[in-house]
């Protein structure tokens, strides 16, 4: 499996409807950490996720706590805006866990100060942007990664 998807949070029906997609493409595994901001079978998941989501290696975790519990010691790599390294640096593994953050604001601070050794960023290259899509961010991740496991 080359990666594991970590989604903390997640907010927006469509974009983990698309992670989801992108995960069974990449033959990744997808984790999503609770509270949602909206139930899994919403429409607008399966619309994003196509006919692909009943394929997909999907885990679910009742809490932030409950996901660390089981893979707080793993190889995690975390992506903020808060990162001070670019992903290009990321020393990408098979089975590597990337963490995303919620739409709105991010990953908590208790993950940033944590981990701060092992959060990244991807770049912007305009003053007018604060951040990317979430579903866009993860894409870039996994891709990039493959092509250093591959």
């Known amino acids: 499996m080359p990666f594991n998807i970590v989604l903390v949070e997640p907010e927006i029906p469509n974009n983990t409807g698309n992670i989801g997609r992108l995960a069974l493409a990449s033959g990744s595994t997808l984790h999503l950490i609770k509270p949602f901001g909206f139930e899994l079978d919403d429409k607008r998941v399966k619309r994003a996720g196509l006919d692909y989501w009943q394929h997909l290696d999907l885990?679910?975790?009742?809490?932030?706590?409950?996901?660390?519990?089981?893979?707080?010691?793993?190889?995690?790599?975390?992506?903020?805006?808060?990162?001070?390294?670019?992903?290009?640096?990321?020393p990408f593994k098979d089975g590597q866990f990337l963490v995303f953050g919620k739409e709105s604001v991010g990953l908590p601070s208790s993950l940033l100060s944590s981990y701060k050794n092992d959060l990244y960023k991807i770049p912007l290259y305009s003053e007018h942007v604060r951040s990317l899509n979430l579903a866009n961010a993860v894409g870039i991740a996994v891709y990039e990664g493959l092509q250093h496991i591959q």
């Open 59 to 90: 885990r679910i975790y009742e809490s932030l706590e409950d996901f660390l519990s089981q893979h707080g010691n793993r190889n995690l790599v975390f992506f903020s805006s808060h990162g001070t390294k670019n992903h290009w640096s990321i």
